[in-house]
């Protein structure tokens, strides 16, 4: 089975225990107004392009056939792109003889990325390791997943997903005989929030949740801090005591804002606006959430991240 994916990332540490590799896939059915994986939001491969590089030849102007291209007398964005026009074909790519131009994923079958990440085989072993698929979020290509799943549990590897659980619960119950760990994101406890800052409300993923917090179920609940949104005390008291409720004992990761995303935007000319008046929580801030979390009797995961 084939499917789009934005990258394979080896030897991460973050997404899961000891060495991994990460696969990205595309596809989320949430359109959070933070995201830090824009390219992931739509199943669809997208068109990139890349100011720095640029030498201004205009051969991807010249050779696109649907005059989606033009250029403009900007220091910064030479090349604009009409998204409209533009059906992806790739010959402004090709044409490209740097790297200006490029795409935000490939299309690869199942058994290609399984080939990919059998390749750190013995790192995972000896490290206790194994692959996670993120996103996005393998539920939009679940098909795909599923596959790439099935590849690596027959190599004995352990597998990993990270998800938000906005999905039909058949979906969600076919990845459970083939996931070690359910990596499961909740953002915002209040529906109303849920849905102004996502673009959907959290009943579904609520009720996902209950059903996914089974015994012996291993799960991780990951909660990113937005400065403002989700990053306030109420929210993560309201979030920790509904996952005491569902997953007593269960572990939650704070997950601390990354304003390196804006630039995606900007590659993909989409609005900025919400990036550049973010910034990451300092030591203090962090500290007084995961005390929060922790007077709620939960199990808080410090990110060690750089």
């Known amino acids: ?9 080896r030897f ?4 899961g225990q000891g060495i991994r590799s990460t696969v990205f896939l595309k596809g989320c059915g949430l359109r959070c107004a933070w995201c830090h994986n824009p390219e992931g939001i739509e199943n669809s491969i997208g068109l ?45 790519v090709e044409a490209c003889p740097t790297t200006a131009l490029s795409f935000d994923g490939r299309r690869l079958s199942s058994e290609a990325v399984v080939e990919i990440l059998l390749r ?11 692959i996670t698929i993120s996103g996005g979020d393998p539920l939009i290509q ?19 997903i990270e998800t938000c659980l906005f999905g039909s619960w058949d979906v969600i119950g076919a990845f459970i005989p083939l996931t070690d760990l359910f990596i499961v994101d909740l953002k915002l406890d209040d529906d109303r929030l849920h849905q102004e800052y996502t673009g959907h409300g959290n009943t579904l993923i609520k009720d996902n ?38 997953n007593p004992g269960g572990k939650v990761e704070l997950i601390n804002f990354n304003p390196l995303a804006e630039n995606k935007y900007r590659l993909m ?19 007084g959430l995961y005390a929060v ?14």
């Open 269 to 287: 000319d989409r609005d900025r606006e919400f990036f550049q008046r973010m910034a990451p929580l300092g030591p203090e801030e962090l500290a």
């Open 1 to 9: 089975m084939d499917g789009n994916i934005i990258d394979v990332k």
């Open 293 to 306: 979390l922790e007077a709620e009797g939960l199990a808080a995961v410090r990110e060690h991240r750089t």
């Open 12 to 15: 991460t540490i973050h997404d």
């Open 142 to 160: 679940h098909g795909f997943a599923l596959e790439i799943l099935k590849g690596c549990k027959a190599e004995g590897l352990h597998t990993a």
């Open 48 to 92: 990139w392009y890349l100011s720095r590089p640029c030498i201004r030849c205009r051969a991807c102007i010249a050779v696109c056939p649907e005059d989606a291209l033009s250029a403009h007398d900007d220091a910064d964005h030479f090349i604009w792109i009409n998204r409209r026009r533009c059906t992806k074909c790739g010959r402004c």
């Open 120 to 130: 750190d085989r013995e790192f995972y072993l000896r490290s206790g390791g194994g």
């Open 209 to 246: 949740y209950r059903r996914l917090a089974g015994p012996g179920r291993n799960l991780l609940t990951r909660i990113p801090l937005i400065p403002r949104v989700t990053a306030i005390p109420d929210n993560i008291r309201a979030i920790a005591r509904f996952v005491r409720e569902c």
